[in-house]
């Protein structure tokens, strides 16, 4: 059974090999994934479909995106891990590039991710989108 590190790890190497089509597979049916700093979108995803949802309209951006400084701390609940990690990124329609800072808390069970706390740096984000 893949330990939450080796779930995380699957996450960010997809996200940075631009396999947005494969990223919902793996989160539980009955995950949430919440982003409370995430202006102007849903701050709460529902379910796989939901989060396979969110990921498909990331696929649509102009972004290549990829994991760097990736730090991954266990915590007392082995199922859980906090990740601190940037974004080298690359806005694809400009040339642009840029870092994102990010920390995640994700919780996996039985091999699948079945909650996250994103706090990724979303105005940074917008405005390597020129948002």
Partial sequence: MPTATDVF???????????????GNLYATDAVVE????????????GREEV??????????PLELRAT??????????QTVIAEFDYDGRN?????TF??????VLTVK?????ATR?????PRLAEALGR
């Fill in 69 to 78: 400084n990736i730090v991954v701390h266990e915590t007392a609940d082995p």
């Fill in 9 to 23: 790890t699957r996450l960010v190497t997809g996200i940075s090999e631009g396999r947005w089509a494969d990223l």
């Fill in 92 to 96: 694809s329609a400009t040339g642009r």
């Fill in 35 to 46: 982003q409370p700093f995430f202006p102007g979108a849903p701050q709460r995803l529902e």
């Fill in 99 to 104: 870092r994102v800072a990010n920390i995640q």
């Fill in 118 to 122: 994103d706090y990724h740096d979303h």
């Fill in 110 to 114: 039985d091999g699948l991710i079945s």
């Fill in 52 to 61: 396979a949802k969110h990921f498909a309209a990331a696929a649509t951006m």
